[in-house]
């Protein structure tokens, strides 16, 4: 029972043939060739397949294809714009933020759908956020550290104005 | 792998109840999907159909309504913690709701699915246990209401028959001087609880004027430690009632002793977290009257 989905992938219209109870993982990765998003636990447990819909972050292992359809998608693929890193992506590299890797994507991607509702996060904030992903290297300081100056220089600036 | 369910997204509920009519319990409702994909990819459940409920209208948001808060059954979690009015009326509900462990799984889930899959360990089901709510379940036969006391009927079971489906909770807006509370302890922040603690509570002159206390993962449903909310009654409030309460609430209970706690564990983190759960409600009350 295939059906043709239509949405936005990171800015850019696309299709795909689907079947619809099929997790978008599988699509995003298998059919569109974009491996940004980890195939890590595949039960929604440790996030590395998270990404963007709607600009809110899922776990893409137990989201349905069939619901894509119409929706905004970004994964980490489409979050640096013009050939310029996301703030996040620069600050995990400023701060050596990452051990294996395998986790990064999501754990950015969490945190970029994270602070678009959160101003001046606490580190408890913080911590509460990337509890809901898994490091399996355990380098979470690192990145509590990235997550930290991203969050204080985007408060910066909109104290600024 | 089994052969994937036929997939159907009606954009009318009177669709989706013909087909639960039709399929029973081949068909399986979809609302957030954050426990059903799961068990699907596992293998745990075979349906020959998925009903989604995700473009079915009127069964999202939160609506004030003759003395009571009408929350649709596939407002999601992260709408219950983050909506002001539920912050501000149902405390009790907004905090077990940013207790939901991931935060993918708060923007996703709902809580209608949460409450109708009753997991050992959500915690949604005790808040709305505590806040007396009251559901509305919708068939091709109709429409019925029931109390979140009648609803939960054993592990992982609920009221619901295979052709029914939860639209929305009503819950009676507490007086104002209400207070309320959810505490829950797992062993890291993002697991289900192993034992959750909802109250609700009002007091008066020093007195207890009314304790509702809802638990959540300690046995295979929440459960209203109703001999707990009895020996608060227009008590004094002082520790010794407090401590009195939680010994009573542990006694009440039936836990279950699983890979993640024993019996006895579980038993003793009921008596710890009824009196901290209590004093969290009285706190946020204090910390409120000081702010007016």
Known sequence: MRRTVAFTLNGTAVTAEVDPTQPLLEVLRDQLGLLGARRGCETAYCGACTVLVGGLAVR?????????????????????????????QAAFITHGALECGYCIPGMILLTKSALTTMTQPTEADIRRVLSSN???????????????????????????? | ???????????????????????????????????LMVMLRQGLITPTALVDLARVPGLVGVERRNGALRIGAMTTIRTLESDPTVRRL?????????????????NMGTVGGNTAHNAVGADPPPALLA???????????????VPLDEFFTGYFETCLAPTEVVTEFSIPVPGVGTAGAYLKFASRVVDMSIVGVAVVLRREEGRVRGAQIAIGGAGPVPFRARQAEASLQDASWS?????????????????????????????WLIRVLVPRALKAAAAQADGVEGAR
Do not use: W
Request: charged share 25%; net charge negative; aromatic share 2%.
């Open chain 2, 1 to 35: 792998m089994t052969r994937r369910p036929d997939y159907h997204d009606p954009e009318r509920l009177a669709e989706v109840l013909a087909l639960l009519h039709e399929h029973g319990d081949d068909a399986k409702l979809v609302a957030g999907g954050q426990s």
């Open chain 1, 60 to 88: 893409s292992c137990i989201f349905l294809a069939g619901r894509a359809g119409g929706r905004e998608i970004t994964t980490i693929e489409g979050l640096a714009h013009d050939g310029e890193l996301d703030a996040l």
């Open chain 2, 90 to 106: 149902l405390p009790t509900l907004a905090e077990a709701a940013a207790a939901v462990g991931p935060m993918q799984i708060r």
């Open chain 1, 134 to 161: 898994l490091c399996r290297c355990t380098g979470y300081v690192k990145m509590i550290e990235a997550v930290k100056a991203v969050a204080t220089s985007t408060g910066e600036e909109a104290r600024r104005g």
């Open chain 2, 131 to 145: 806040l007396d709510a009251t559901a509305t379940v919708a068939s091709a036969d109709g429409e019925r209401k």
């Open chain 2, 239 to 267: 520790e010794t009632a407090l401590r009195d309460a939680g010994a009573l609430a542990a006694e009440e209970s039936t836990p279950l002793g699983d890979i993640h706690a024993s019996v006895a564990y579980r038993r």
